[in-house]
């Protein structure tokens, strides 16, 4: 079973609007971290925010917030006042804490396009 | 601050034919390093990952292998490439241990298996 899943393959939203990039995540380790990346057509992977499994608030990097909501086990992206250069591949991520070396597990991606 | 280098860039090579991919890491130490793989349009695959010297584990069952001579280095190989190997190589890094830390990824090396 997918341990993260994305079911937006494509987005589109005009620029300075909001979007909301969706995961869902699979795990029964109390102890996990959540994490989003961009990817632009260079193809390197930047890493944008992070939510741990215990934290209680949601967290916040500039334009981005995580929506984190434990019980329905869902971490979406919020990206507010959209720019054109946030045009990318986002990637939701997972790190599971128990028992292993804590591997980053990916989604399969959505495409955001943002239109002027 | 810490780095990650991961050469080279791009890369055509026949079928058949080695490859050698070179990862490093500067300014940390112990590391957890990874390999992934992604096709294109796709997400991210875990080849290998290793959280210390010669300590490599493998997630899928490839034509591909991992070592990790040195703490920091990190290099991806193959005896004999098949089509299929072509796609986008990432590497990347970790800090050690069960924290919270996130993953920082090399600029990636496109290979493609003619």
């Known amino acids: 079973a997918q341990k993260i899943t994305q079911t937006q393959p494509g987005m589109f939203v005009q620029e300075k609007e909001a979007v909301t990039l969706d995961c869902t995540y699979d795990?029964?380790?109390?102890?996990?971290?959540l994490f989003w990346y961009k990817q632009p057509s260079s193809g390197e992977m930047i890493f944008l925010i992070y939510?741990?499994?215990?934290?209680?608030q949601n967290a916040t990097e500039g334009r981005y917030s995580l929506n984190f909501q434990k019980a329905r086990k869902s971490a979406n992206l919020v990206i507010s006042a959209s720019q054109l250069g946030d045009s990318a591949m986002y990637f939701c991520?997972?790190?599971?804490?128990?028992?292993?070396?804590?591997?980053?597990?990916f989604g399969r991606g959505t495409s955001l396009i943002v239109h002027p | 601050s810490q780095t990650i280098h991961q050469w080279p860039a791009t890369l055509v090579q026949p079928v058949g034919s080695p490859l050698s991919l070179e990862c490093t890491v500067e300014?940390?130490?112990?590391?957890?390093l990874y390999w992934y793989r992604q096709a294109a349009g796709r997400g991210l695959q875990l080849l290998f990952y290793?959280?210390?010297?010669?300590?490599i584990s493998s997630e899928v069952p490839q034509n591909l292998s991992a070592s990790r001579p040195q703490d920091r280095q990190f290099i991806l190989s193959s005896k004999k490439l098949l089509l299929s190997d072509s796609g986008f190589y990432l590497c990347?890094?970790?800090?050690?241990?069960?924290?919270?830390?996130?993953?920082?990824f090399g600029q990636g090396t496109r290979l493609t298996v003619v």
């Open positions: 990347a890094w970790s800090g050690a241990g069960t924290g919270g830390t996130e993953a920082f």
């Open positions: 795990t029964s380790d109390p102890s996990y971290g």
């Open positions: 939510q741990g499994s215990y934290d209680q």
């Open positions: 991520a997972m790190r599971e804490g128990s028992g292993g070396s804590y591997i980053p597990t």
């Open positions: 300014g940390t130490s112990n590391p957890n």
């Open positions: 290793s959280v210390g010297i010669g300590q």
